[in-house]
């Protein structure tokens, strides 16, 4: 039986690294802990955000797991309020977290899109157009002055790592409401607005920087691109990143985990650096199982911090297999299989390539000179 009649032709791999059928193995591990009614939780009996329940369905879909990838996506609808947003956190299909979050809500218009690069299926882009145009209808009506998104309605902070995710979900709102024929101007300003933020008032954002995803978010997420993205990918490189590991979640603990690792190897691809996001993705694997599934994290020993008998070392933790995990390494492997051809068509979902135009800086209300300096070319506020 050859790789065409199984489909493994079309499942994305990358040489010497992950094979078409490790990628099918690792889809099937997170269709095998979906809820019935659809939803993909962290991991079994454990709760369900929208946004990462939307990477497991983007997953699922390129690993050839497509029927369980639909299930997935009609899941969304049937928690979504009549506001447009979604609850925060969901267990076994009851509402433990009733807060509206910003970047949870967003994210079904990447998956949206993603699936329309993946299998063209016009039917589904419409079904899910409502859902995904009150959503983020309701994202932009959260943004604060300075052009972040606030975290909920409750919170008055944006979180830098949740809002450059925005930025990339606008713009696949934008792509759709192209496809539609359904235009969105107000997202189209309220997305220039966010760019400038995660460009230039990074320090408006509430502080994480503990967290590496607020080092490399803005770069994922498309925001920063060019000499910006390397010069602040190259700040904090020697702080998160650990060869032969993957990298930190937490600047200052020996631990590293699988998705985080995934996500920087998306963001160097997106730069064309290639390289080192091939030795992220290989790095991580110490955390596949051979069944398939990923552990989310490592803690390990650096030279001389045996650990103690409270803090261990050389240690998965948590110890438990994540869907999110899992659908990161797929994403990141689909990203990077494209250099060698073996990827799928939604393989730029997170280089930008396939979505719409970065957005123009409009109505920036800053007062920064940059701002000023707009304001001063094209005549209108500052």
Not at 45 to 51: R, Y
Request: glycine fraction near 10%.
């Amino acid at each position: 039986m050859t790789d065409s009649d199984t489909g493994l032709a079309r499942i994305p791999y990358v040489e010497g690294v992950l094979s078409a059928e490790h990628v099918a193995e690792t889809a099937a591990t997170i269709a095998a802990m979906q809820e019935d009614c659809g939803s993909v939780p962290w991991t079994t009996g454990e709760h369900t955000d929208v946004w990462n329940h939307v990477e497991a369905a983007m997953a699922m879909l390129v690993g050839g797991q497509v029927e369980a990838a639909e299930r997935a996506y009609a899941w969304v609808p049937t928690v979504q309020r009549p506001d447009g947003s979604v609850p925060m956190k969901i267990v076994g299909g009851v509402v433990e977290d009733n807060r509206g979050e910003v970047n949870m809500t967003a994210y079904l218009a990447v998956g949206v899109w993603h699936h329309w690069l993946v299998r063209r299926d016009i039917g589904f882009v419409q079904q899910y157009w409502p859902t995904v145009r009150a959503g983020l209808d309701w994202v932009v009506s959260q943004q604060l002055p300075f052009g972040g998104i606030n975290w909920t309605p409750t919170e008055s902070f944006a979180l830098l790592a949740g809002c450059s995710s925005i930025y990339h979900s606008l713009r696949a709102g934008v792509a759709l409401a192209d496809l539609l024929d359904d235009p969105q101007p107000e997202w189209e300003l309220a997305g220039g607005r966010l760019g400038h933020a995660l460009r230039e008032h990074r320090d408006l954002f509430a502080d994480k920087a503990m967290y590496s995803m607020d080092w490399y978010y803005p770069v994922l997420g498309g925001a920063v691109r060019g000499r910006d993205a390397f010069e602040m990918l190259e700040t904090r490189w020697d702080e998160f990143v650990v060869p032969g590991l993957g990298i930190h979640c937490i600047d200052a603990n020996p631990w590293v985990t699988g998705a985080e690792t995934c996500e920087l190897a998306m963001a160097l691809d997106g730069l064309g650096d290639h390289r080192r996001a091939l030795a992220l993705l290989a790095d991580m694997q110490h955390l596949r199982d051979p069944d398939g599934r990923y552990w989310t994290g490592w803690v390990y020993a650096s030279p001389g911090d045996p650990g103690s008998a409270d803090e261990p070392r050389d240690v998965h933790w948590p110890v438990e297999h994540t869907t999110y995990t899992a659908a990161a390494v797929i994403l990141a492997v689909d990203a990077l299989g494209e250099v060698g051809g073996h990827s799928t068509a939604g393989s730029g979902i997170y280089r930008g390539t396939s979505l719409a135009p970065h957005f123009t800086e409009l109505a920036l209300e800053c007062g920064c000179p940059s701002a000023d300096e707009l304001s001063s070319v094209t005549g209108g506020p500052a």
